[in-house]
């Protein structure tokens, strides 16, 4: 008899100690739904028209003194809000961004928040905490678990001998199951997940600020990926390219110190149902602090004729060509001569340990001067080291001088204090009213939007590549990232190859290099890529010569008032029109198989336009600068079929007549 008391005490007891507490929020168009569920942990799932497509994924902070939060606690209070709101981008592929989604707030008893919020188009959390002392964070576990993975297009990093977490961030994709992923390898974000009935999932991260940037690994159930974090570098020497990186030695057994009150970076998931919705999905622009530095009009975006990858190999000149004040002199004369707003002056203009040290035979004045008759802005490019090490006084002193940007390369980190570098960078610049283009970097994660003077990035397997890669499918990649790196933000591919090949014929050449594809698939990297900066890479005597291919460059804006996704298939092709003023210009990109493709021409406005037509030869396939350039006239009802060769390309500037 007492046996059987016992038993009912406990039976009833059970039901006491148990503890869930489920909290909903849905996208305005309420397709879209977040499930976050608490119980002795935090999970949160995401459903797309009724049916789970990730989650339930786990999330927590583990903090030195303060244990793991998220753990065993209890929902404190749930508040919501919604917002529709303009936000204005002057320095995007559209000039507005519409700003409307449902946001959760849970706070629990332990002191961390996480903010929940759904648009029509993607999901996304970041935590919060509000502890009074700055704190000491082990690890944030970050899960995102998929019940339908079919495959994800996974960017491996290309780590450093020195160190697992040094990477240029510039990988290629492997199109495979979750079986099939590397345990422990490091994969670059964003990461694209195809999540069943052509469902799309990519995966990013957004105002990541004072905080680590986040890796992904197959998880060991391998039902998704989990978190990982480069820790907080405690040691440090120099070394790397020509000695101007910072190589992390030792590394602490935590990833991040920092204030105990603030918020952290959005986790965020851009969802679609056919692959063309990703090729204009605005979730970083709307997840992104906003504007810091207030007046945007010195601000202007362009083209840069850059001397790096072609190794400044200029011809029927006489001059010794080569990192001389003749050879850039050359090259601003070509800039003015084109309407190109920039040259840049990469490495080798200085002496390595010093910024402030010019070499000597570059009269960088006078370079300055000769570019200001012009028209022509002059940008340097810096090594991350000696820059961090004399920011203040390289910027101050080459503001004076008339420098107006630079191209900040080989951080090839996203831990802590690097991070903590871009923002350093991009708020003294704006002091300077100078641009910044970071190269050696880790992927947009809004900072374009939070200090728009950073006007692009790199993070990205571009053309520089082509120089000494065995790697035969760029094309294939071409019209890969516009679908997922590009959704991240600017990307610095530096296109404009004017020597373009077929892939049996292609070479990997460092001094004379060549493009895999058509020309015409290079022309179209002009409108498909956004880059508020957009580089010239080849020779300026080659651009001369291939007069035609360089007016339509020099041509193309590089900022737009609206983007139209217009055709698309992840890794196959893809075409997109864009707008600055009344003008369209239209481009389209194939891998490595032919093709052809319907342009309905409906995006239009009223009237007649004319459009000037660059489109593949009919030889492009055997000789890739076979091209055809014609003018048509064109309306709102038209349609047209485009014929792309072999790695080839279209592109269209249409002009209201």
């Not at 996208?27 to 990730?54: A, Q, R």
């Not at 309407?339 to 300055?368: A, F, M, R, T």
């Not at 204090?417 to 009213?433: L, R, S, T």
Request: proline content about 4%; charged content about 25%.
């Amino acid at each position: 008899m007492k046996k059987q008391i016992v038993t009912l005490l406990t039976a009833l007891l059970i039901p006491s100690l148990s503890y869930s507490e489920v909290h909903k929020v849905h996208s305005p168009d309420k397709n879209l739904e977040i499930k976050v569920e608490v119980t002795d942990h935090v999970s949160w799932s995401l459903l797309m028209d009724g049916e789970k497509v990730m989650g339930p994924s786990i999330i927590s902070l583990t903090l030195e003194n303060e244990g793991v939060l998220g753990k065993d606690t209890r929902v404190q209070r749930v508040t919501r809000q919604s917002e529709n709101q303009i936000i204005n981008t002057p320095i995007y592929r559209k000039s507005e961004v519409i700003n409307h989604y449902n946001q959760m707030t849970v706070e629990l008893r332990d002191g961390l928040g996480i903010v929940f919020r759904v648009y029509d188009d993607g999901a996304a959390y970041r935590l919060t905490t509000s502890l009074r002392r700055d704190i000491t964070i082990l690890n944030e576990e970050a899960n995102l678990v998929f019940p339908t993975h079919e495959k994800a297009w996974v960017p491996y990093i290309v780590p450093r001998d020195f160190d697992p977490y040094s990477t240029s961030f510039e990988s290629t994709y492997d199109l495979l199951t979750l079986d099939e992923v590397v345990s422990d390898s490091l994969i670059i974000m964003p990461l694209l997940v195809e999540a069943g009935k052509n469902r799309k999932i990519v995966i990013t991260e957004v105002d990541l600020e004072d905080y680590p940037g986040m890796f992904l690994t197959v998880n060991s159930e391998r039902t998704g990926y989990s978190a990982r974090f480069a820790p907080f570098p405690l040691e440090e020497e120099r070394g790397g390219h020509n000695n101007l990186q910072s190589i992390v030695t030792k590394r602490a057994g935590y990833i991040a110190k920092t204030e105990g009150r603030r918020s952290f970076p959005w986790r965020a998931v851009a969802v679609s149902n056919n692959d063309v919705e990703l090729l204009d999905n605005d979730l970083v622009a709307r997840l992104a602090s906003p504007n810091r530095i207030g007046d945007l009009s010195w601000i202007k975006p362009g083209k840069v004729a850059w001397d790096w990858w072609n190794y400044l190999n200029i011809y029927n000149v006489d001059f010794r060509a080569g990192v001389n004040t003749e050879t850039y002199k050359y090259y601003i004369d070509f800039a003015a001569e084109y309407g190109i707003e920039y040259v840049i002056l990469d490495e080798g203009w200085s002496e390595q340990e010093s910024l402030l040290q010019i070499k000597p035979y570059i009269d960088l004045e006078g370079i300055i001067k000769h570019a200001k008759e012009r028209g022509v802005g002059i940008i340097l490019w810096a090594g991350w080291l000696p820059l961090n090490q004399e920011m203040d006084e390289v910027m101050r002193v080459y503001s004076e001088m008339g420098v107006v940007g630079y191209k900040i390369d080989f951080m090839d980190r996203d831990d802590q204090p690097v991070v903590n570098f871009y923002y350093k960078v991009a708020e003294m610049a704006a002091k300077y009213q100078q641009l910044v283009n970071f190269h050696g970097s880790y992927k947009p994660t809004g900072l374009q939007f939070t200090y728009p003077n950073v006007i692009t990035f790199e993070g990205v397997y571009g053309l520089e590549n082509v120089k000494w890669t065995d790697y035969l499918d760029m094309p294939d990649y071409d019209v890969t990232i516009p679908f997922i790196r590009a959704l991240a933000g600017p990307m610095d591919y530096t296109p404009g190859a004017m020597i373009n090949s077929n892939r049996r014929n292609w070479r990997a050449m460092h001094a004379t290099p060549m493009s895999q594809g058509t020309r015409c698939h290079q022309l179209a990297m002009y409108i498909v890529y956004e880059s508020p900066l957009s580089m010239m890479a080849d020779n300026p005597t080659h651009y001369k010569r291939e007069h035609e291919s360089t007016m339509f460059i020099a041509s193309i804006p590089t900022v737009f008032d609206q983007t139209v996704a217009l055709e698309g298939v992840l890794g196959e092709y893809v075409a997109i029109a864009r707008r600055n003023g009344e003008n369209w210009y239209v481009g389209a990109m194939t891998n490595w198989d032919e093709r052809d493709i319907t342009i309905d021409f409906s995006f239009l406005g009223e009237g007649e336009y004319e459009a000037v037509i660059f489109r593949d030869g009919i030889n492009a396939d055997r000789n890739g600068q076979d091209y055809v350039r014609e003018m048509k006239r064109v309306d709102k009802s038209t349609t047209m079929t485009v014929i792309m060769s072999s790695g080839g390309g279209w592109a269209a500037s249409i002009k209201k007549r």
